[in-house]
């Protein structure tokens, strides 16, 4: 817009101005609306999960510590099995975080030890 110099010029930018108000209002109150959706408990959970479905490295890394955890667990169980001393206890205990650690920093070795075992049963069947 230039200069304005009569008033059906005025009127003109006046009148241009309203619609431009409007049309901002409206994408405004559009924008208020998708976000307002978005911040619902239940979308955002969705969009959460979403998010970790779509990192495969994320998945990786939970199954690997999934897998690290049961494997510690067990272990510790086969360490103390029913016993009630205290130290077979504290000693299943550093057990099992030694080897859910191990485990949760290695799962290719894992798998390729799951692997190799796989294929000595499924030889010996043949």
Known sequence: ?????????????????????????????????????????????RNSIKDIASEPELINNLIGATVGMASGYLSKKIVVGTSHNIFRKLFGSLVEFG????????????????????????????
Do not use: W
């Not at 901002?24 to 109150?29: D, P, Q, S, T």
């Not at 290695?106 to 798998?111: I, S």
């Open 99 to 126: 080897v859910a650690d191990l485990v949760a920093r290695n799962p290719e070795a894992l798998k390729t030890a799951g692997q190799f075992i796989i294929n000595l049963f499924s030889k010996k069947k043949e």
């Open 1 to 45: 817009m230039g200069n304005i110099t009569c008033a059906s010029d005025l009127h003109q930018a006046i009148a241009l101005l309203e619609t431009e108000q409007q049309q901002n209002e409206l994408i405004l109150k559009a924008q208020f609306k998708l976000t307002y959706e978005s911040f619902k408990p239940v979308n955002l959970l």
